[in-house]
């Protein structure tokens, strides 16, 4: 298999900054993993600051990384031991070819200690502070609300499919945890959505692709329809989730 090649490689690699854990977290470590549409997302804990040698050190080692199949959708965050404890507090991380700087979210935290897959040292639970229920949904709320809601008004964004596949699977995440406190995966998120009164339509179009196989309808005007129903739907549905528990 490809991605367990391309793991042992890059926790080998890894190795000369001594890192104290390498974590697995999303589709990888939670059983929805499809390998060559899914991101490998990962965390790395190294035993000291994060400097500008370390930068260095770690673009070296991604684009070395780069003939690898699958290399393009390894991602990974790479946190010092003095930065565990802020979730707010961006970290440099490797993703989409580039080096950029992320918070460690409480949604990824809870996953890494609800089933982060440990692919080097540490536990999660030996090395990250726990992430209380108020802490989690109050960030899945914000989010919600500052960043998707915002981004249901610019209509134009929605004739992507990232776009649409990403805002009603976060939704449905965001729901499930905000009334149940669990997190799910995107296959579960799928299924939840035409309990909550997703657009069958839309929901079938996101089974064909992500999950089928398929392609989406070839009709010329599917992509504008698409995301006319999606905006339709989202806007009132995560104003009323963020009435509910914000």
């Excluded at 059983?31 to 370390?54: C, K, N």
């Excluded at 979730?87 to 918070?103: E, G, I, N, Q, S």
């Excluded at 200690?113 to 949904?137: I, M, S, Y």
Aim: net charge positive; glycine share 8%; hydrophobic share 40%.
């Amino acid at each position: 298999m490809q991605t367990e090649k391309l793991l042992a490689r890059f926790v080998r690699d890894l190795s000369d900054l001594g890192p104290r854990a390498v974590w697995a977290h999303g589709s990888l470590a939670g059983g929805d993993y499809q390998e060559g549409r899914s991101d490998l997302d990962l965390i790395a804990v190294l035993p000291g600051p994060v400097d500008l040698r370390t930068v260095r050190r770690v673009v070296s080692l991604h684009r070395r990384l780069r003939a690898e199949p699958l290399a393009a959708k390894l991602h990974c965050s790479y946190l010092g031991p003095a930065a565990l404890e802020n979730p707010d507090r961006a970290h440099l991380t490797w993703a989409h070819a580039r080096v950029m700087r992320r918070p460690v979210t409480p949604v990824t935290r809870r996953e890494l200690h609800d089933f982060g897959r440990v692919l080097h040292g540490e536990p999660p639970g030996g090395l990250l502070p726990p992430v209380p229920d108020r802490q989690l949904n109050a960030f899945v709320v914000r989010d919600q609300r500052d960043y998707w809601r915002p981004a249901v008004d610019r209509a134009r964004l929605w004739w992507q499919d990232v776009w649409v596949d990403l805002g009603l699977l976060t939704f449905a995440r965001a729901t499930v945890t905000l009334r149940d406190g669990r997190l799910i995966s995107k296959g579960e998120a799928l299924a939840e959505l035409a309990s909550l009164g997703a657009p069958a339509e839309i929901v079938d179009d996101i089974t064909r692709r992500r999950y089928d196989g398929a392609s989406a309808p070839a009709a010329p005007d599917w992509p504008a329809r698409r995301a006319e129903l999606t905006r339709a739907y989202l806007g009132p549905a995560i104003d009323a989730l963020v009435s509910t528990y914000g």
